[in-house]
């Protein structure tokens, strides 16, 4: 398809459990960018790709998230040992090049729930 | 103080008036400042950019920019209720390319 594609729709683990989400962003994107939106909330950023680096990683709530882009296309967050507090929807986004004025374009995300 | 703010609403607006929404953001640097609508379980859609101080019009919908008082707001002409749904503001600050959400202001559309 043309837009950002995110696998899987729904995710439900139990509490301790790894996870991963993939992201397929749109053919061409330079940037690739990961959001995570609590119930009515807006999106809070996580990470932010340009190409296969990974040039901001601020948002990552804590050492057991993770993610990589190893040939600048599709990416993978990874959450290790899961907590309740990460029940939220992963969303990502990408743009067609490495600016900020670049609107950001998203999937329909992935739902987690840490039971 | 956070970063971008928004009425959470809900707004109510009769179909056909004009429905008025608002944002302020805090970091004077910002250059980039997009609408963003989201219906319920779905992703956030862009509905507009703006870049500059003034009026974007884009067909139903005008974005306005201040950058002295640090305020956006998006009009949307002749409501429909197809139009109900959560309006995201959201701000890019130029030295990151990350956008900084609001909180959303949730519209309803009465028939």
């Given amino acids: 398809g043309a837009g950002v594609s995110q696998s899987p729709r729904y995710k439900v683990a139990k509490r301790g459990q790894d996870v991963a989400l993939r992201c397929d962003p749109i053919s061409g994107h330079v940037s690739l960018f990961w959001y995570q939106q609590a119930l009515g909330q807006g999106p809070e950023f996580l990470t932010y790709f340009q190409n296969e680096a990974q040039l901001d990683k601020s948002g990552l709530p804590s050492d057991r998230f993770f993610a990589e882009r190893p040939e600048g296309s599709v990416s993978t967050l990874k959450i290790q040992r899961t907590q309740q507090e990460d029940s939220a929807v992963y969303l990502c986004a990408s743009s067609f090049l490495g600016q900020g004025n670049q609107p950001q374009h998203f999937g329909d995300g992935t739902r987690l729930s840490i039971l | 103080q956070k970063e971008v703010e928004q009425n959470s609403g ?8 004009i429905a008025s929404l608002n944002c302020t953001y805090s970091d004077r640097g910002s250059q980039s ?3 963003y609508r989201q219906y319920s379980g779905k992703s956030p859609e862009l509905i ?4 500059s101080n003034g009026d974007k019009e884009d067909g139903r919908f005008t974005a306005q920019l201040n950058k002295a008082s640090q305020y956006v707001s998006l009009l949307i002409r002749d409501s429909q209720p197809s139009d109900s749904a959560t309006y995201l503001c959201a701000v890019n600050g130029g030295a990151t390319n990350k956008l900084i959400f609001g909180t959303g202001t949730l519209l ?3 028939p």
């Fill in chain 2, 10 to 17: 809900p707004l109510s607006v009769p179909e056909g008036a």
């Fill in chain 2, 33 to 35: 400042f997009f609408w």
């Fill in chain 2, 108 to 110: 309803a559309v009465q």
């Fill in chain 2, 48 to 51: 507009m950019s703006i870049y």
